[in-house]
DNA sequence: TAGATTGTTAATCGATTAACAATC
DNA sequence: TAGATTGTTAATCGATTAACAATC
């Protein structure tokens, strides 16, 4: 999906390669290592201790042969006849993805949008810790948004700083986004979650990764209505 | 990334036959033409009336020979040494995706997420109207959540009847993400829209499509580490 | 015209899957 | 043991991209 990227060279042929040196990941494994945590998350909430690549492939709607497949170029993770266990499994793409550590997160906007992301647990369930919250309201400047109390747009350049931010959560009115996006860049921040459906004019060397439920709706409805 | 989905038969070799029969878009395909119609919305916004290839590509993350191919599979939409009218993409991308349409939405859940979404025009934009929204919680009962009252559960069935509901949208706490989804099942919504982190147990015939930033953060992150 | 950008080809590369032996 | 499920092969299929002619 992103061939401004580069690719690892020698493919299918060694797979487990890919794990073993630093090697990329080609992006499609990647993108489903990251489906196949994200089920064994919910799986391990549910105390659930082992899972097999057909229940994988129930909830990650990715064919289970493929799975095993993915699985089985970094390792022999599983147990014939049982099925993997989700702990371990966890552990091992986590490694895999070069996740196991901890991110830090400045989220933009305390609005309701902001509020939803500062008081749900899908960042944190992920290694994504949200340090801190901006919004350039003077009026909801020391409220709460989650844990954190929302500080005022002067201090994103100390805190980015200070709390070793990495990622830069824009959820504010599109109106606004690219305001945001100018001040996250100048505070150092080199990786933009969007929330807007605005497209965000930012330096190379900057990732932005924007959110569009409408697209991905639309691109489920293609397939119901088709 | 979906192989539970058929796949049209013919293909590199006749993909202008996908536009003019009913015959089905790969996967690939409809993942990126949604994308694109996403950034010519966008550009239109801006007062854009062309765009090249290579801009869509900086969006998109693209590359624009396969943008190129992509759409030329369908017709020549494009002026040589000009780019495509942004209007005129957008109209054909609608079509090909056959949602010139348009789909009416019930959201549930009244709280942060819920009027963040009811609020905004992403779906809007893309042709989805927030038809209703409901809540369990009788205190959010009668106050606004975009244009829209928020409504009793108990009014869920005769609503997606009465308004031709096809998508429901889960915004609630994920504890309560099954039993709403249940809910939404019982009354006949057939493609739900998960904002929970929460595994949902539907039906075959059911949709599920679950939103993860937290995921597509990682996957974003993987190649910024890497 | 000169420059730009599309449309298209041809070659390569990686993803996908059915099938089944291995083994828990 | 019998049943289940992984790990792996081999074949196919589709996606990707460089390169360039066509043409606006």
């Not at 489906?35 to 799986?43: D, W």
């Not at 266990?85 to 906007?109: E, M, P, S, W």
């Not at 305390?110 to 919004?135: C, P, Q, R, T, Y």
């Not at 990495?166 to 996250?184: F, H, K, R, S, T």
């Amino acid at each position: 999906m992103n061939p401004s990227q580069p690719k690892k060279k020698t493919a299918a042929s060694s797979p487990i390669a890919a794990g073993l040196d630093g090697e990329r990941l080609s992006l499609g494994v990647a993108a489903r290592l990251s489906r196949y945590l994200q089920v064994l998350t919910q799986a391990k909430k549910m105390d659930k201790e082992k899972i097999s690549s057909s229940e994988l492939a129930r909830f990650t709607h990715v064919n289970p042969t493929q799975i095993r497949r993915d699985l089985s170029g970094f390792g022999k993770f599983g147990k014939r006849g049982v099925g993997y266990n989700v702990d371990f499994l966890i552990d091992q793409i986590r490694a895999i993805l070069h996740t196991a550590a901890k991110y830090n997160i400045a989220l933009f906007g305390a609005g309701h949008l902001g509020k939803a992301i500062a008081g749900s647990e899908v960042f944190a369930d992920h290694g994504f810790e949200i340090k801190a919250v901006f919004d350039n309201d003077a009026k909801k400047v020391g409220t709460k948004a989650g844990n954190v109390v929302v500080q005022p747009a002067e201090e994103l350049r100390k805190t980015v700083i200070d709390e070793d931010i990495v990622v830069g959560v824009i959820a504010v009115p599109a109106a606004n986004a690219q305001a945001v996006a100018d001040e996250l860049v100048g505070a150092g921040v080199t990786i933009i979650f969007n929330y807007t459906d605005r497209l965000l004019d930012v330096p190379q060397e900057v990732t932005v990764h924007t959110s569009s439920p409408a697209v991905d709706l639309l691109y489920a409805l293609y397939f119901y209505l088709a």
